[in-house]
């Protein structure tokens, strides 16, 4: 019997491992060719679209000057771009300083929400902004961002080179990196992610989620789709699905980067992730009960990733570790042997050789102290997930049951530094 | 061109093809009819009835039997060799006499009454019942096989008789088998296994088949159950491999714990079985052994599994049966008597059938192929031989004569299709075994294999335990080795079968075909279908073992390549 659980749980998480090999693999092979990509059009593209780059921003005065300014600096043609601030029912400063900056810049253009339609979270915020914008092309920014000068440049360059492109989607870095454990951690995560699962899924099956920042996706798009859901907690994932269903694809493009803050305590990053984690299960959940009705089943490849991420994957990860824990206490009479050890240590070796080749690709990220954290991240940071997953399902659980309202949750922003000085376009 | 190198080949393989097995010889149409008639104290034939059975089975697949007081005429009718057996004096009918006088076959008698057959049998005068301590064949007269003293019924021949074989009690021979033209007398009835050699060789003569001269043997790996030691298997198998030696491996399916009585499968020790069917690709046929090897809750290896030894009797009752098994005399009527009887029979019967087919489908799920039978300790009864050739064409080993005792068994001298054995070949186990504890052991079985040696188509087959070790083993073949040429039977050569009412199994030219296809015996049943599974979930790891491996070892190096491109990168913008 235990064998049979043992098994089961292998078998679901090394199709997990398997699956993030074969993603790893894909995104060197990208990271190898989108700087070509990125040069032949850079020398062909004469003619630019318009942009409209929309910022909301809910009580966001500690960071949304920086943004702005970084805003200004972009490189791209001024007659075709606008920056749409959305102060989103602040209660702070954050509409004062917008209002100053589109005062001063005409470039910028504020616009405020009321309730009792607002505050009510980003995708609703994005839906103004976009009523109040021009641009063919959308160009979404977290207000905590500071992108660097070509990024809206190269995300156009997508766009317009790229017509079977719904998105484009750009890469981002983190400021704070070395501020503490927890951020390196976040650092390191989030090169991996975007190298693995997002330069991975594009080189093979040209799909890409569309984050919450430094992304394009094109108007007419959004229009047909009615804009964003306001009911999703995670908009981005919910987006990126109803552009695959209209037949498009999302393109990762790592040339177009911005740089944003990451949470600095257990305690934001652990609201910020509970909400992915539940606005991830929304999908699932909308998706595989509505699959039927899609159009391009090429979610499906998706869709199983997230059920494998969020529920075979984690029932796996449970039931391997507890029976770990029983094997310890009681003779479980297991058949396995040898090859369940080999098989611990390959995995952990699989994790930490994806996780540095990731680390490879960017400049000065590769570093001994880095790699120990890696060491590490595989027994804490990586194991915190299990914990999150079951409060995120306990939550979602819980608002299924007793049709709760979704509160969208502002991830909160840390005065810091300024944006490191080594960013590159590497 | 191609096609003349092509038939070239054919005929050269031809050449190279191993000679066939001596079964029985002749065509059906030409093979004799044999009619025995026998003298003895009991209601049904004997153990020597039996002995002579296996004798005679060597030359022909039609053999009688009826005890004189039944003998009619017609029973003679097709009969083409007569044979007369007086375990006991008494006075034969009168129609026996003049159905011996007018039958114009070759008529062999053996003991008492022969001269009371008339003018056939006048060339023999009798002297009286003699002692000796010595046999040998007329015709090698320097290979004189030693027994403990016996007794024959010596007897004068007259100028014309020519005497095939003597004993000898000291100084004084007496001849053993006298020929007269087609008449043969033998002062011998109760036939033993040293009788049996020389009768072996002479009844060539009786039945007119000059056999060439043509060793055979086998080697058998006895008592392989599920919790042997694999790697002592394993090297045995090697050294057999590699001296190109075919050989059966005697397969018990279970092993039953004797203390808790729990059941443990071959899937169970997945090791044992991986050796088993290396060997089975390497020259190894599997043999079925039983399929617990015991009965009452003794030990596998250990137990008699078609005999109950405690009540010295065929298994008429289930093991934890306590009632007793009833006799004549608790029977008003011998009517009711025997219909009890056939009652304990059926039982028996569907006993040994669910054990063999068990055996038979639990083997083909694991990709063993058994091609032959052997009862645990050469034991079961004549309705249980009869049983297994339900499903069995082999018989491998020796056989139980009696009913009554299962010490009676013994084997004969060379391959045999017994009338007894109800259509199956005996491939008999004529040299024993390595006995552990005896260091004499090789020598016992070297003096067993030069009596064989005596009959021209005489078998050497030994049995060996691998847990002895594979030293011993090299030891054995170096022995046999110093044995003129002997032929390995291979099974998969035979015409080899086993069935059951779901699967059959045949062998032809080295291969082994099963009636049912791997996936059907793998579905057959569950303890198959989890070792299965089990066996391809197991290979599954390892190629995941591989390629996680594999991939670990292209992210490092990827890893290098591209930290130094990255650094290359960088150095080139800093100095540009």
Redesign the interface.
Known sequence: MADIFLYISLFLIWFMLFYHMFLMQGGYLHMLHYKKTCEKWHRQTKDFPTVSVLIPAHNEEVVIENTLNAMLRLNYPKNKLEIVVINDNSSDATGDIADAYALKYPVIKAVHTKPPNAGKGKSGALNHGLAASQGEVIVVYDADNTPEPDAIKNLALGIQNDKKAGAIVGKFRVTNANQNLLTRLINIETITFQWLAQAGRWFWFKMSTIPGTNFAIRRSILEELGGWDEKALSEDTELSFRVYNLGYHIRFFPAAITWEQEPETIRVWWKQRTRWARGNEYVILKYLLGFHRLKRKKIAIDLTYFLFTYLLFFAGVIISHTIFVLNLFLDLKLSIGLVSYILLILGFLLFVTEVTLALSFERKQLTWKNFFVVLFMYFTYSQLWILLVIYATYLETKRVLFRQEVTWYKTQRFKGKQPNENRSAS | MIRSLFFSLIILLGLLAPPILTLAEGSEEQSPHVLVVYSNDEEDVDEYQRMLDMLVGHFTKKIEFVAIEDFKERDLEETTHLFYQGMVKENLPQRFHAAVESFDGPVVALGYNYEQLGDRFSFAEPIDIKKFNEMYLASNPEKKIKVSIQQISAIEPDENSEVLAWTKGGHITHPLVTKNDNNYYVGISEIDYNVSIILAETLHEVFQQAHDQHYQGYIRLEDIHPLVDPRKLKQVAEVLKEKEIPYMIAVIPVYVNPETGAYSHMSDYPKVLEVLKYMQKNGGTVVQHGYTHQYRATETGEGFEFWDVRNDSPIYKSADDPNPIKGPADFKAEEDYQKYLKELQAFEKSYVEEKITKGIHELSGFGLKPLAFEAPHYTMSQNGYQTVANHYSTYVGQLQLSDKDWETMDSTPYITNPSMLDGMTLLPETLGYVQPDNTEAMDIIMAKAEKQLIVRDGMLSVFYHPYLGVDKFKELLERLETLPEIDWIDLKEEEAMATTSKLTITAKDGEIHSSRNAIASITDSKLSFTYFI?NT??KI??V??G???L??V???T???V??RR?AK??WR?KVG
């Open positions: 089990k979930i197991d790891t390892w995941m073992v390629t996680g491996a991939a670990v292209f992210f490092t990827s890893t290098f591209s930290y990255v990168e960088e913008d």
